[in-house]
């Protein structure tokens, strides 16, 4: 399983468990202290929780990097975008690693950093794992399009919401993503920000939705390389081409639905049956599995390759 995945998981259920509890509600307007300690408490769960998307994004990029690195696919057959990428376009992100970095790491990254840049030249290389968003503090939506179209994702916004349709995570990711960004500005830098509950939630379900179409897609092309698939990667990938099936609990029982299916593939009474049926289940290809919490939202997913 992907550790950046696995970490963001976490990270979510927390969230989740954070805004039900009570030290976080708002009190009636006689309640000042409990009231100004809930309110900060929001602020500090509404940085987190970009953060923990920003970092998922920057780390399954790094991974995926380190994937293709060993595909065995000769640098100079790889998509031109990421060979710009990881090559002349990486130093910026270099140098504002060496910036930040305490004293006594900048060499060795340096040195590091400079020697899987200049393996692409040979035969067998290892892509410089910073390549997309370690050139800023903070990654905006342009990051997303730019590393998912140099792994062939074409038009990447517009495929992530697209899938996000047919997996009910609702539309319009881009402008989610972006309203996101806003909300932990305003509650990293305006000390009143007074950060609601419904915002925090409205947050949570942003970062699952946006997290799985980027994960789902993502995961479509690497199966393209790993393959060495030239005909997939000389062409575009798009939402089309990702296998997923939903998971949802409906009228008692636990429902496995395939992409493009008008009924139930198989009914379980537990979760854990049906999360072993997909689990199990040969694919064909890379799937993305779905699971729905009884409110009917995504709450977790998985990649069954």
Same mark, same amino acid.
Not at 44 to 58: H, N, T, Y
Not at 125 to 129: F, G, K, M, P, S
């Given at each position: 399983m992907s550790e950046a995945r696995n970490q963001l998981l976490k990270r979510l259920a927390?969230?989740?468990?954070g805004i039900i509890n009570e030290s976080v509600a708002q009190r009636p307007p006689a309640e000042t202290n409990h009231n100004q300690v809930a309110a900060l408490f929001r602020q500090?769960?509404?940085? *987190?929780?970009?953060?923990? %998307?920003?970092?998922?994004?920057?780390k399954r990029a790094s991974e995926a990097l380190e994937r293709i690195s060993s595909c065995g696919?000769?640098?100079f057959d790889l998509p031109d975008k990421l060979k710009r990428a990881t090559t002349y376009e990486a130093y910026k992100s270099v140098a504002f690693q060496l910036r930040i970095r305490p004293p006594e790491e900048r060499e060795t990254y340096a040195q590091e950093s400079a020697g899987a840049i200049f393996s692409t030249a040979s035969e067998n290389?290892?892509?410089?794992?910073h390549s997309f968003g370690f050139d800023a503090?903070?990654?905006?939506?342009? *990051?997303?399009?730019?590393? %998912?179209?140099?792994?062939c994702v074409v038009s990447a916004w517009n495929n992530m919401t697209t899938l996000a349709g047919q997996l009910d995570l609702g539309l319009n990711l881009q402008s989610r993503f972006e309203s996101s960004a806003l909300l932990r500005h305003r509650a990293a830098h305006v000390p009143n920000a007074n950060v609601t509950v419904g915002e925090l939630e409205t947050l949570r379900k942003n970062c699952i939705a946006i997290s799985i179409c980027f994960?789902?897609?993502?995961?479509?092309?690497?199966?393209?390389?790993?393959?060495?698939?030239?005909?997939?990667?000389?062409?575009?990938?798009?939402s089309d081409d990702v296998m997923f099936c939903k998971i949802k609990f409906l009228d008692g029982k636990w429902k496995v639905l395939p992409k493009g299916a008008n009924r139930a593939l198989r009914a379980f009474t537990s979760r854990s049956d049906a999360e072993h049926f997909v689990?199990?289940?040969a694919w064909g290809s890379p799937c993305c599995a779905i699971f729905f919490g009884e409110d009917r939202f995504a709450s977790d997913w998985k990649i069954i390759r």
């Open positions: 927390a969230l989740e468990l500090g769960m509404a940085v *987190v929780a970009f953060v923990a %998307l920003e970092d998922f994004i920057k696919i000769p640098f290389y290892n892509l410089y794992e503090s903070n990654i905006n939506s342009d *990051v997303i399009n730019k590393f %998912l179209s140099a792994v994960d789902a897609l993502l995961e479509t092309a690497m199966s393209a390389f790993e393959r060495r698939d030239h005909n997939a990667l000389s062409q575009s990938l798009t689990l199990q289940k």
